[in-house]
């Protein structure tokens, strides 16, 4: 009994770490957080039952999805953005069934550095308008909130995100975004800025408003090609939480299985409204920090994710936070973001003196940045989408210059 009592306290606590993210996406997406915290707990379940419950991870909405999906919003609508983000998890099982076919090699070869690298940063930058102007408090060209309020608060939220997440030591170090938000709402309460009517008039007990799917296939395909990055996001996670645990989960219980596990969890999160879902660099942190490596803490932070769902009056509270505090922290989120993809290329050591690179690179930040859009007939593709397909087909078609012909270039130069 008391075993059980300390898994779910450390349950609870792995929720907490999880949660400022995890609630994000879908307050900056219009999404239902409700649907997201479902979607959370059932697609980490779902994720330990296609693992054998082996793998201490917990699956939280995917920032690499938000840009995608206030575009398909706004193109399409909600029923169609809910099919394309569960068609988005069949991506997982196509790199899944590449792993099982051929090995790492072969997902290397598709989706080396150079393609992933300009493609992360294209999730970050291309919705960085859209953190501006939150934290001005504007919307739709209009100005919604009070500008210097607006700017105040954002300024709030982000300093204090800042802080957290520098000088915080042990667990608060791994919940920047949570106090970033807390501190941001309490002054934006002070201001007069929260309405607190709706929280009020909210029921205890709420079942989350359901929306239907509708199939659409042009959002379909402008959700798949933003899933690779998340994918490969994941075989990094997956071997990240392998080195704080000591085991090796990339051939027990398989990278194949662990992509088909966070690919059902994506397909249902899809299916009831919330945004995908994907594993947290944050809960690695903290199970670093506790050491507690047992997977059925996880199964603890699901069950929890679950019930709150269903708590009216909190996402009652979560719909309340003013824009402009979800705007500063979305400027540090949308940069960190934009960061991580240049990280990338740093670490694999990406020649830039290479025209190939630089050829993909540059045309995959300009069209991603300049909201570049393929249309034929009905059928549009742009964002993550776009770019992720132009790297793929860039990499694969530009030769390879061999060091010798390199140098023959450079001294031609000269």
Known sequence: MFQHLKQAVSGAQILFVAFGALVLVPLLTGLNPAMALLGAGVGTLMFQVVTGFSVPIFLGSSFAFIGPIIYSMQTWGMGATMFGLFCAGFMYFIVAAIVRWRGMEMVNRLLPPVVIGPVIMIIGLSVAGAASNMAMGRAGG???????????????SLTTTIIVSIFARGMFRLVPILAGVSVGYIVAAFMGMVDFDKIANAP?????????PEVNWAAALFMLPVAIAPAI????????????TGKDYTKTPGLHRTLAGDGLGVCFAGMVGGP????????????MITRNFNPRVMTWAAIFAICMAFFGKFNALLQSIPMPVMGGIMVLLFGTIASLGLKTLIEAKVDLMQPRNLVIISVVLTAGIGALELKIGSFSLVGVGLCSVLAILLNLVLPVQSPSHQGIEEGRDI
């Open 142 to 156: 209009q100005q919604i909130m009070p500008y210097d309020s607006s700017l105040i608060l954002a300024a709030i």
């Open 276 to 287: 995908p879902v994907t594993t947290y660099a944050e809960v690695t942190g903290a199970v």
């Open 233 to 244: 996001e994941h075989i990094g996670g997956v071997m990240a939480i392998g080195g704080v």
């Open 204 to 212: 205890w007990f709420a079942i989350p408003e359901f929306h239907s």
